[in-house]
């Protein structure tokens, strides 16, 4: 079962042992901080990982169980909660958070030759991020600026395969007020449902009574 296309997504409970197996076979780790610090599921040895030379990308797990889908935020909690539960701060760096969250889940995909990093012959994948906030500036380290101090709203454009899709904040490929709009009636519609079915009412409905 573990090889170089077994991904251990999550992997919070692994024993040293384990560890040794995934490394020796060319699995992969898909480090999910932020969901598991949502579920209280524990902490993924992602040190030990690094140090076992086994391929450890980064992932936002789904809305179920995170409700934020920002990459450049999974990047800070990635590399600040592996320092406190370590209790040393230099056991995981930005560049280490930076590499999970792309060449590394690119190798994860096994199109490390196509996408992951800009060189030559690759796809133009990039995304620009502006650090001339007040929140980014100074900005002595442009690395560190981005993982320790950017988000997503920072996010100025972003190009797929060389075509811009986002342009100054603009997603260019969908109508996003339209889509916003969609969801809040889908989400009524279903609690409308649930009211219905199970006699039931919502906790942050007594606020807007």
């Known amino acids: 079962m573990l090889g170089p296309k077994y991904h ?5 409970n692994v024993l040293p042992e384990e560890i040794k197996y995934l490394a020796k076979t060319g699995a992969h780790v898909i480090h999910n901080p932020e969901s598991n610090m ?22 936002t797990d789904g809305p179920g169980s995170n409700n ?3 990459m450049i935020e999974s990047m800070r909690i990635a590399v600040l909660l592996h320092k406190v539960v370590k ?13 999970m969250a792309t060449i590394n889940g690119a ?9 992951g990093s800009l060189e030559v012959g690759k796809k133009a994948d990039i995304t620009i991020i502006r ?27 972003v190009i797929v ?7 100054e904040r603009k997603v260019l490929t969908m109508d996003e007020e339209k889509v916003s709009e969609e969801a809040e009636r889908t989400i009524q519609s279903i609690l409308d449902r649930a009211r219905e ?7 942050f409905e007594k606020y807007i009574e």
Not at 87 to 99: F, R
């Open 8 to 12: 251990a997504v999550h992997a919070v």
């Open 38 to 59: 949502y579920l209280a599921s524990g902490v993924a040895p992602v040190p030990e990982y690094l140090r076992a030379g086994i391929n450890v990308a980064l992932g």
């Open 68 to 70: 934020n889908q920002d």
């Open 87 to 99: 209790g040393d701060p230099s056991i995981i760096t930005a560049w280490d958070v930076l590499k």
């Open 107 to 115: 190798k994860a995909l096994g199109l490390e030759k196509e996408i």
């Open 131 to 157: 650090l001339d906030k007040p929140h980014i500036a100074p900005v002595l380290d442009p690395l560190g600026s981005i993982v320790y101090c950017a988000n997503a709203s920072d996010v100025d454009t």
């Open 161 to 167: 395969e060389g075509k811009i899709v986002m342009r």
């Open 197 to 203: 079915r199970f006699n039931i009412k919502f906790p």
